[in-house]
């Protein structure tokens, strides 16, 4: 069974311009998540979604980054325009199933973005 | 609030050796589900192990095993007879139902194992 599967894997932009990175989840995963990863750091998440449903956004900063997941199965995170502190990893993650606590989420290689 | 700390950042043993890395976590339910992730070179985040807050019972698997106590809030994650490919970054997480179902990470702890 295929992983989840981000592209691409390394991004460099100039500050201000668009960028966009794009996941796969694990076939049959309802619940898909982008987190970030700043060097050093663990992940935090940027946001959930359950099918097509962002069931939680708090953390995005919605002036730059937007997310979407047509149909329930793919996504697409963009950030609009990059700043310099926007380097870092975007990770995606999905999980069987919607809410409960007992299951695990299974993360993609992340994407490396680099901001100059 | 929910926080996981992860005191040591970066450690270096000999292939062999055993060593443990240190996990403290905060939550005020009671509820919750501790985990284990490895981060290898190549980026993703390989789950290891899930464990939930009522069940206290020590788990091997293999070479690894994890020791879970409430009373310190710890869930330590030890390796036995280190190889050269357990050097990876290794994050302790905490999702509980206060969270919004998010998983709460701590910064990680790099492991090197030199032959």
């Known amino acids: ?116 | 609030a929910q926080k996981v700390t992860q005191a040591q950042t970066e450690i270096s043993v000999v292939e062999k050796e055993d060593v443990t890395l240190d996990c403290v976590y905060e939550t005020r339910d009671t509820t919750y589900y501790l985990f284990w992730y490895k981060q290898p070179p190549s980026g993703e985040l390989v789950f290891l192990i899930r464990r939930n807050s009522f069940d206290e019972q020590n788990e091997i698997s293999g070479r690894y095993s994890w020791n879970f106590q409430k009373s310190t809030s710890s869930f330590n994650f030890t390796i036995t007879a280190s190889q050269v490919v357990d050097s990876a970054v290794y994050f302790c997480a905490l999702r509980d139902q206060g969270g919004s179902e998010k998983l709460v990470f701590g910064k990680g702890m790099k492991l090197t194992v030199n032959p």
């Open chain 1, 1 to 116: 069974e295929a992983g989840v599967v981000q592209s691409p894997r390394y991004k460099i932009i100039e500050k201000k311009q668009p960028v966009a990175f794009w996941c796969n989840p694990i076939s049959g995963h309802n619940t898909l998540y982008w987190y970030r990863q700043n060097l050093g750091q663990g992940p935090e998440l940027l946001i959930r979604y359950e099918n097509e449903e962002a069931v939680d956004d708090s953390q995005l900063p919605k002036d730059r980054f937007s997310a979407e997941r047509l149909k329930g199965v793919d996504s697409t995170l963009k950030i609009q325009p990059a700043e310099l502190g926007d380097s870092a990893v975007y990770l995606c993650a999905s999980k069987k199933g919607l809410g409960g606590l007992n299951t695990e989420a299974f993360f993609g290689q992340g994407t490396r973005l680099t901001v100059v």
